[in-house]
């Protein structure tokens, strides 16, 4: 089955800052590549998706890039805000109608003023 | 966008009883719901597949008697901890995916997670 591998566990960044977090996959037919943001006894929040076809993808100071070749994905963060402070989550997914989720291990983000 | 909800957000049972929870999408139908297991501090471990009409599937290591999921209509899946422990303690959340989504990847819209704790 799929294997996903997130690193940092934690990281610490500076108000302003940009954060990078990392996920490897080990399923090559994994096509589908969510990232989620989970706050203290909440429910995870989709923030931002890439699907296999596109190599990266940006919304306003989020950013996912996808390299199928070397089968890893990676989270920016730019100009980052303490309401960024959370649990990161990545997942990847073949896609489809029932098709799960495997998701990596987290990595808590604190944003320091 | 999508709304999943779950029933209760918390409950504390004594060891050995039942306790269910249940999963609704409120503004969709959906075909396959899923189940995860989120101890304090970790990830989202899936535990089942809910298919409406037919058997959960379960993951490797998943106890289907103990976890029993019922996926009766589109809009509702329910998990039953059966004979709770002090181990089963855990933050259960649920997921769906929109039936006509017009995507065909796997978007799943997440419940707002029930925090089981078995004393």
């Known amino acids: 089955g799929e294997n996903v591998e997130q690193h940092p566990s934690t990281l610490s960044v500076q108000e302003g800052d940009s954060a990078v977090i990392k996920c490897t996959y080990s399923?090559?037919?994994?096509?589908?590549f969510p990232w989620y943001k989970q706050e203290l006894g909440k429910r995870p929040q989709l923030i931002i998706d890439?699907?296999?076809?596109?190599g990266e993808k940006k919304d306003q100071r989020i950013a996912v890039t996808l390299n199928k070749t070397a089968k890893h994905f990676s989270l920016h963060i730019t100009e980052t805000q303490p309401e960024d402070s959370a649990v990161y989550f990545c997942?990847?997914?073949?896609?489809?109608?029932?098709?799960?989720?495997?998701f990596g291990t987290g990595t808590r983000l604190q944003v320091t003023l | 966008g999508a709304v999943v909800s779950q029933h209760p957000s918390w409950v504390i049972c004594k060891s050995g009883t039942s306790v269910k929870i249940e999963c609704r999408s409120l503004?969709?139908?959906?075909?396959?719901m899923f189940w995860y297991r989120q101890f304090p501090k970790q990830s989202l471990m899936l535990m089942a597949t809910?298919?409406?009409?037919?058997?959960?599937?379960?993951e490797q290591g998943v106890e289907k008697d103990k976890f029993l999921i019922n996926h009766a209509s589109l809009t509702l899946s329910t998990l039953t901890v059966t004979s709770a422990h002090p181990e089963d303690s855990s933050f259960y959340i649920c997921?769906?995916?929109?039936?006509?989504?017009?995507?065909?990847?796997?978007?799943?819209?997440f419940g707002p997670g029930t925090r089981l704790t078995v004393l």
């Open positions: 997921s769906a995916r929109d039936l006509i989504g017009t995507s065909s990847y796997n978007e799943q819209f």
């Open positions: 890439i699907r296999s076809n596109v």
């Open positions: 399923d090559s037919a994994s096509n589908y």
């Open positions: 503004d969709f139908q959906a075909t396959t």
């Open positions: 997942a990847a997914s073949r896609g489809g109608t029932a098709s799960k989720l495997t």
């Open positions: 809910s298919n409406e009409g037919s058997k959960a599937t379960y």
